[in-house]
């Protein structure tokens, strides 16, 4: 029982490049979220999917696009990445959206 | 709009002694009040949470305290232990909207000192 996993751990993007993340949960969840984690700012969610088949927006949407492949996978798309872009994202899921479990997080730096 | 906003930023206890990180939300439509500790390099980690149908929660060392008239909640933390360094989070959402969207204050970076 692995989770929440993510992939890539790191990565390192020029302006303009697109990129996607991937997160995978095995615990059954329905909810979904992505979150960004930027120094001194907490955590602001991106989008979340409530159950499969749904997406919606949460605080800061701009530059970002979501799929949720399957109850499993919720992937996030940067389609022409910039540098306020840089951050921590972090991948979550829940069962009913209170508790959620948050994966290890993807290091994104964009120069 | 910062919905949820808490302090101090930063915390330093010695060993033994009580941590306590304040929160003060503005939404009086939140009904779920957790907590989330974070280590360096990991992903944030549910540790205690909430409902507005209290006004304290215990588990373990930690202890929720909630306001609702004042709309503030806090994290004690009894014995700090220098295992409890770690950034401390508190969030607030509502579930009317089918799913909960947590608003997360910005953080707390705390240190226990042997």
């Known amino acids: 029982n692995a989770g929440v996993t993510q992939t890539p751990k790191f990565q390192v993007l020029k302006t303009g490049q697109s990129m996607t993340l991937q997160c995978a949960q095995d615990?059954?969840?329905?909810?979904m979220y992505w979150y960004r984690q930027d120094p001194g700012m907490g955590l602001r969610l991106i989008y979340y999917s409530a159950s499969e088949g749904t997406t919606d927006k949460g605080e800061v949407p701009n530059g970002y696009n979501v799929s949720r492949l399957n109850k499993r996978e919720f992937s996030l798309r940067l389609e022409s990445a910039a540098p306020s872009q840089t951050s921590v994202y972090f991948c979550a899921s829940s069962p009913q959206g209170d508790e959620q479990f948050f994966g290890p997080g993807t290091r994104l730096t964009v120069l | 709009q910062q919905q949820v906003k808490q302090s101090p930023q930063s915390l330093i206890v010695q060993k033994g002694g009580i941590s306590i990180i304040n929160c003060a939300y503005e939404?009086?439509?939140?009904?779920?009040f957790p907590w989330y500790q974070q280590f360096p390099g990991k992903g944030p980690a549910l540790l205690i949470a909430?409902?507005?149908?209290?006004s304290e929660k215990k588990e373990g060392r930690f202890t929720i305290s909630f306001n609702k008239s004042a709309k503030q909640f806090s994290l004690h933390i009894m014995d700090s232990q220098p295992g409890d360094s770690a950034t401390y989070f508190c969030a607030a959402a509502y579930s009317g909207a089918g799913s909960y969207q947590l608003t997360f204050g910005k953080g707390t970076k705390l240190s226990v000192i042997p």
């Open positions: 909430i409902r507005p149908d209290v």
């Open positions: 939404n009086t439509a939140f009904d779920y």
């Open positions: 615990m059954n969840h329905n909810s």
